[in-house]
């Protein structure tokens, strides 16, 4: 299930099930959104990109979701493996101005 | 070969000491930045540098000096550190303009005791 408290908010899977990590972004003005993936002990590395004149885009086992009427934007994984426990991180941008990121979500995946 | 790279990796200082970390990147990217993220994982823009000049400077105190030799590599020298210090800073890289993924090293964990 998913949580939101003090702590980052965490989402826990089983191998092979699907996951869906959500974001609410803040600036209605944003026009590219980035998801990255950072594991314990390094830097978040890029996933998936979108840009704001679409809603949905696929890449190996991830599918990024944008719904610009409620500035929400979601990561979805196919047959979720114990590798991708992470935490995740959304992120955006309008123009020339500076990448800002979400709070981030860990993701927990059981054998 | 790593794209960003940054050193040290790990770095435990007193408070009051004076203390750098380095950042190249090889991808040939004309901007460079620095973030830093806390203890709950939030990151946060410190600076941008673009072709060695200084775009974006966040509220940082300014004991913390990015210098950029040249579009490689930017360095963050910090001064009379503090406790409160302490986190992971990250250096990242990505081309200019917009809608530009940008691509971070692995990062430099700095403890002020």
């Known amino acids: 299930g998913e949580s939101v408290g003090l702590h980052l908010p965490t989402l826990s899977v089983q191998e092979g099930d699907n996951s869906i990590i959500n974001c609410a972004y803040s600036?209605?003005?944003?026009?590219?959104f980035i998801w990255y993936k950072q594991e314990s002990g390094k830097g978040p590395q890029f996933i998936i990109d979108i840009r704001s004149n679409m809603d949905k885009r696929q890449g190996q086992r991830v599918t990024v979701l944008l719904n610009k009427t409620v500035k929400h934007l979601s990561l979805q994984i196919a047959a979720t493996q114990p590798g991708d426990s992470a935490v995740y991180f959304c992120?955006?941008?309008?123009?020339?101005?500076?990448?800002?990121f979400g709070k981030g979500t860990m993701l927990l995946v059981s054998p | 070969d790593t794209a960003v790279s940054q050193t040290p990796k790990y770095l435990v200082t007193q408070m009051g000491n004076d203390k750098s970390i380095k950042c190249e990147q090889n991808?040939?990217?004309?901007?460079m930045y620095w973030y830093k993220q806390d203890s709950k994982k939030f990151l946060k823009i410190m600076f941008s540098?673009?072709?060695?000049?200084?775009?974006i400077n966040e509220t940082v105190p300014n004991r913390f000096s990015p210098k950029s030799p040249d579009k490689a590599h930017l360095n963050l020298h910090i001064n009379s550190l503090e406790l409160g210090d302490s986190a992971v800073y990250f250096c990242?890289?990505?081309?200019?303009?917009?809608?530009?993924?940008?691509?971070f090293g692995e990062g430099s964990w700095l403890t002020v005791v």
């Open positions: 990242a890289s990505s081309k200019t303009g917009p809608g530009n993924t940008i691509y």
């Open positions: 600036n209605s003005a944003s026009d590219y």
């Open positions: 540098y673009n072709n060695k000049e200084l775009i």
């Open positions: 992120a955006e941008n309008k123009g020339y101005s500076t990448l800002t």
């Open positions: 991808l040939g990217h004309d901007t």
